[in-house]
Protein backbone atom coordinates (compact mmCIF):
# COMPACT_ATOMS: atom_id res chain seq x y z
CA UNK A 1 0.00 0.00 0.00
CA UNK A 2 1.43 3.38 -0.57
CA UNK A 3 1.08 6.32 1.24
CA UNK A 4 1.82 9.65 0.26
CA UNK A 5 2.24 12.81 2.48
CA UNK A 6 1.70 16.62 1.58
CA UNK A 7 2.36 19.38 4.08
CA UNK A 8 -0.16 22.36 3.05
CA UNK A 9 -0.13 25.39 5.02
CA UNK A 10 -0.12 26.08 7.58
CA UNK A 11 1.86 22.82 8.14
CA UNK A 12 -1.64 20.33 7.96
CA UNK A 13 -0.65 17.20 7.63
CA UNK A 14 -2.73 14.93 5.03
CA UNK A 15 -2.79 11.30 4.40
CA UNK A 16 -4.18 10.09 1.19
CA UNK A 17 -4.65 6.25 1.10
CA UNK A 18 -4.41 5.41 -2.62
CA UNK A 19 -4.42 1.94 -5.19
CA UNK A 20 -5.19 -0.34 -2.65
CA UNK A 21 -7.83 1.35 -0.24
CA UNK A 22 -11.47 2.21 -0.48
CA UNK A 23 -12.74 6.00 -1.99
CA UNK A 24 -15.43 5.75 0.49
CA UNK A 25 -13.73 4.45 3.82
CA UNK A 26 -10.01 4.34 3.12
CA UNK A 27 -10.04 0.86 4.82
CA UNK A 28 -7.90 -1.85 2.59
CA UNK A 29 -9.84 -4.11 0.40
CA UNK A 30 -10.42 -7.76 1.93
CA UNK A 31 -9.01 -10.28 -0.32
CA UNK A 32 -7.88 -8.05 -2.67
CA UNK A 33 -11.43 -7.64 -4.02
CA UNK A 34 -13.51 -4.15 -4.96
CA UNK A 35 -16.01 -2.46 -7.33
CA UNK A 36 -14.82 -0.30 -9.71
CA UNK A 37 -17.37 2.89 -10.62
CA UNK A 38 -16.68 6.32 -12.81
CA UNK A 39 -12.31 5.66 -11.77
CA UNK A 40 -12.85 5.41 -7.90
CA UNK A 41 -12.86 1.89 -6.03
CA UNK A 42 -15.14 0.68 -3.58
CA UNK A 43 -14.87 -2.40 -1.15
CA UNK A 44 -18.18 -4.13 -1.63
CA UNK A 45 -20.10 -2.86 1.50
CA UNK A 46 -19.10 0.86 0.59
CA UNK A 47 -20.13 0.68 -3.00
CA UNK A 48 -23.49 -1.11 -2.04
CA UNK A 49 -24.68 1.47 -0.28
CA UNK A 50 -23.54 4.00 -2.55
CA UNK A 51 -24.46 3.06 -5.98
CA UNK A 52 -26.10 -0.78 -5.58
CA UNK A 53 -30.02 -0.59 -6.23
CA UNK A 54 -32.50 -2.61 -3.83
CA UNK A 55 -34.55 -4.85 -4.72
CA UNK A 56 -38.02 -4.26 -4.01
CA UNK A 57 -39.09 -7.97 -3.13
CA UNK A 58 -36.26 -9.46 -1.26
CA UNK A 59 -34.65 -5.92 0.20
CA UNK A 60 -31.36 -6.94 -0.74
CA UNK A 61 -28.62 -4.99 -3.47
CA UNK A 62 -28.47 -6.01 -6.95
CA UNK A 63 -25.70 -6.18 -8.32
CA UNK A 64 -25.39 -7.00 -11.99
CA UNK A 65 -28.36 -6.94 -13.77
CA UNK A 66 -31.66 -4.83 -12.64
CA UNK A 67 -35.63 -5.18 -13.81
CA UNK A 68 -36.80 -1.63 -13.49
CA UNK A 69 -40.47 -1.96 -13.17
CA UNK A 70 -43.61 -1.31 -11.38
CA UNK A 71 -41.43 2.30 -10.53
CA UNK A 72 -39.20 -0.05 -8.38
CA UNK A 73 -35.97 -2.27 -8.80
CA UNK A 74 -35.67 -6.19 -8.54
CA UNK A 75 -33.41 -9.12 -9.19
CA UNK A 76 -34.60 -10.81 -12.27
CA UNK A 77 -35.29 -13.89 -9.96
CA UNK A 78 -37.40 -11.81 -7.81
CA UNK A 79 -39.39 -9.69 -10.42
CA UNK A 80 -42.33 -12.73 -10.88
CA UNK A 81 -46.35 -12.92 -11.51
CA UNK A 82 -48.14 -12.07 -8.69
CA UNK A 83 -50.46 -15.12 -9.75
CA UNK A 84 -48.80 -17.83 -10.99
CA UNK A 85 -44.93 -16.59 -9.63
CA UNK A 86 -43.72 -17.30 -12.80
CA UNK A 87 -40.68 -15.04 -13.93
CA UNK A 88 -40.92 -12.09 -15.76
CA UNK A 89 -37.50 -11.00 -16.45
CA UNK A 90 -37.89 -12.25 -20.00
CA UNK A 91 -41.01 -12.45 -20.89
CA UNK A 92 -42.63 -9.33 -20.02
CA UNK A 93 -45.08 -8.43 -18.19
CA UNK A 94 -48.77 -6.78 -17.94
CA UNK A 95 -49.69 -4.09 -15.04
CA UNK A 96 -52.79 -5.03 -13.94
CA UNK A 97 -55.08 -3.48 -10.86
CA UNK A 98 -51.56 -2.40 -9.30
CA UNK A 99 -50.02 -5.82 -10.12
CA UNK A 100 -47.43 -6.85 -12.30
CA UNK A 101 -48.90 -10.56 -14.45
CA UNK A 102 -47.85 -12.41 -17.31
CA UNK A 103 -49.85 -12.52 -20.00
CA UNK A 104 -51.85 -15.24 -19.92
CA UNK A 105 -53.03 -14.46 -16.32
CA UNK A 106 -53.67 -10.99 -17.23
CA UNK A 107 -56.01 -12.16 -20.17
CA UNK A 108 -57.97 -14.56 -17.77
CA UNK A 109 -58.08 -11.59 -15.02
CA UNK A 110 -59.77 -9.07 -17.96
CA UNK A 111 -62.28 -11.76 -18.45
CA UNK A 112 -62.95 -12.64 -14.73
CA UNK A 113 -62.65 -9.25 -13.17
CA UNK A 114 -65.27 -7.03 -15.43
CA UNK A 115 -67.19 -5.30 -12.95
CA UNK A 116 -66.07 -7.46 -10.03
CA UNK A 117 -64.27 -6.60 -6.88
CA UNK A 118 -60.09 -7.22 -6.16
CA UNK A 119 -59.43 -7.84 -2.81
CA UNK A 120 -57.33 -5.25 -1.61
CA UNK A 121 -54.43 -8.06 0.47
CA UNK A 122 -53.66 -10.57 -2.46
CA UNK A 123 -55.17 -8.43 -5.81
CA UNK A 124 -57.03 -11.28 -6.57
CA UNK A 125 -61.05 -11.08 -8.10
CA UNK A 126 -63.58 -11.44 -5.49
CA UNK A 127 -66.57 -13.14 -6.98
CA UNK A 128 -69.81 -11.38 -6.42
CA UNK A 129 -70.84 -11.09 -3.18
CA UNK A 130 -67.70 -12.45 -1.57
CA UNK A 131 -66.30 -9.44 0.04
CA UNK A 132 -65.99 -7.68 2.97
CA UNK A 133 -65.33 -3.81 3.32
CA UNK A 134 -62.76 -3.16 6.18
CA UNK A 135 -61.31 0.47 6.21
CA UNK A 136 -62.99 1.49 3.19
CA UNK A 137 -61.20 -1.29 1.14
CA UNK A 138 -62.45 -4.65 -0.23
CA UNK A 139 -60.74 -7.97 0.66
CA UNK A 140 -61.77 -11.76 0.82
CA UNK A 141 -63.29 -12.30 4.46
CA UNK A 142 -61.15 -15.65 4.44
CA UNK A 143 -58.12 -13.46 5.26
CA UNK A 144 -59.23 -12.12 8.53
CA UNK A 145 -59.65 -13.79 11.64
CA UNK A 146 -62.29 -12.37 14.29
CA UNK A 147 -60.62 -10.74 17.16
CA UNK A 148 -63.19 -12.31 20.11
CA UNK A 149 -62.30 -16.12 18.82
CA UNK A 150 -60.67 -16.05 16.07
CA UNK A 151 -62.32 -18.18 13.93
CA UNK A 152 -61.95 -17.42 10.14
CA UNK A 153 -64.73 -14.73 8.93
CA UNK A 154 -67.58 -15.21 6.35
CA UNK A 155 -69.33 -12.31 4.40
CA UNK A 156 -71.41 -11.95 7.59
CA UNK A 157 -68.51 -10.26 9.85
CA UNK A 158 -68.77 -7.18 11.54
CA UNK A 159 -66.61 -4.44 12.11
CA UNK A 160 -66.58 -2.16 15.44
CA UNK A 161 -63.94 -0.14 16.73
CA UNK A 162 -61.70 -0.96 13.70
CA UNK A 163 -61.64 -4.57 14.67
CA UNK A 164 -63.41 -7.58 12.86
CA UNK A 165 -66.10 -9.47 14.60
CA UNK A 166 -67.50 -13.03 13.55
CA UNK A 167 -71.78 -12.44 13.66
CA UNK A 168 -71.66 -14.74 16.51
CA UNK A 169 -69.60 -12.75 18.47
CA UNK A 170 -70.92 -9.34 17.57
CA UNK A 171 -74.08 -10.26 18.51
CA UNK A 172 -73.15 -11.13 21.55
CA UNK A 173 -71.64 -7.93 22.36
CA UNK A 174 -75.05 -5.96 22.52
CA UNK A 175 -74.40 -3.64 19.67
CA UNK A 176 -77.15 -2.01 17.80
CA UNK A 177 -77.71 -3.00 13.95
CA UNK A 178 -78.83 -0.10 11.67
CA UNK A 179 -82.66 -0.82 10.12
CA UNK A 180 -81.06 0.61 6.76
CA UNK A 181 -77.66 -0.11 6.51
CA UNK A 182 -77.10 -3.33 8.22
CA UNK A 183 -73.98 -1.87 9.99
CA UNK A 184 -73.35 -1.98 13.69
CA UNK A 185 -74.35 1.87 15.47
CA UNK A 186 -71.14 3.17 17.35
CA UNK A 187 -72.58 6.81 18.13
CA UNK A 188 -76.18 8.13 18.19
CA UNK A 189 -78.60 5.77 18.07
CA UNK A 190 -82.37 6.58 16.73
CA UNK A 191 -85.25 4.08 18.11
CA UNK A 192 -87.84 3.94 16.13
CA UNK A 193 -90.40 1.62 14.00
CA UNK A 194 -89.16 -0.86 16.40
CA UNK A 195 -85.87 -0.52 14.79
CA UNK A 196 -82.32 1.00 15.54
CA UNK A 197 -80.93 3.41 12.99
CA UNK A 198 -78.01 5.70 12.34
CA UNK A 199 -79.53 9.50 12.57
CA UNK A 200 -78.48 10.28 9.32
CA UNK A 201 -79.99 6.97 7.68
CA UNK A 202 -83.80 7.46 9.49
CA UNK A 203 -84.97 9.03 6.98
CA UNK A 204 -88.69 10.11 5.75
CA UNK A 205 -89.88 7.67 2.99
CA UNK A 206 -91.27 9.84 0.33
CA UNK A 207 -88.17 12.57 0.48
CA UNK A 208 -85.59 10.55 2.11
CA UNK A 209 -84.34 13.43 4.12
CA UNK A 210 -82.88 12.78 7.55
CA UNK A 211 -85.19 13.62 10.40
CA UNK A 212 -82.45 14.41 12.48
CA UNK A 213 -83.86 14.76 15.73
CA UNK A 214 -87.17 16.38 14.52
CA UNK A 215 -90.72 15.00 14.42
CA UNK A 216 -92.04 12.38 12.24
CA UNK A 217 -95.00 10.27 11.76
CA UNK A 218 -95.28 6.55 11.40
CA UNK A 219 -97.91 5.06 9.67
CA UNK A 220 -98.08 1.23 7.95
CA UNK A 221 -94.65 0.44 9.07
CA UNK A 222 -92.99 3.65 7.64
CA UNK A 223 -92.00 6.99 8.47
CA UNK A 224 -93.03 10.35 7.12
CA UNK A 225 -91.37 14.04 7.66
CA UNK A 226 -94.73 16.35 8.65
CA UNK A 227 -95.01 17.86 5.29
CA UNK A 228 -95.78 14.39 3.05
CA UNK A 229 -97.40 13.11 5.85
CA UNK A 230 -100.15 15.48 5.53
CA UNK A 231 -99.64 15.91 1.66
CA UNK A 232 -100.32 11.99 1.48
CA UNK A 233 -102.63 11.10 3.90
CA UNK A 234 -105.03 14.15 4.41
CA UNK A 235 -105.54 14.37 0.69
CA UNK A 236 -106.30 10.06 1.64
CA UNK A 237 -109.16 11.62 3.74
CA UNK A 238 -110.36 14.42 1.98
CA UNK A 239 -111.14 11.77 -0.78
CA UNK A 240 -112.77 9.04 1.09
CA UNK A 241 -115.19 11.66 2.73
CA UNK A 242 -115.71 13.13 -0.22
CA UNK A 243 -116.93 9.65 -1.77
CA UNK A 244 -118.55 8.83 1.34
CA UNK A 245 -120.91 12.10 0.77
CA UNK A 246 -121.60 11.11 -2.70
CA UNK A 247 -122.52 7.75 -1.81
CA UNK A 248 -125.30 9.04 1.02
CA UNK A 249 -126.77 11.63 -1.31
Excluded at 1 to 16: C, Q
Excluded at 120 to 142: L, V
Amino acid sequence: MHIFLFILPPYTVTVVWTCYSCSQCFEPFPDGIYFEFDGRKYCEHDFHVLYAPCCNKCNEFIVGRVIKAMNANWHPQCFRCELCNKELADIGFLRNCGRALCRECNEREKEAGRGRYVCHKCKGIIEDGGHIKYHGDSFHPYHFKCKRCGVELDTNSREVGGELYCLRCHDTMGIPICGACHRPIEERVVTALGKNWHVEHFVCAVCEKPFLGHRHYEKKGLAYCEQHYHKLFDERLASYTIKKKARHE
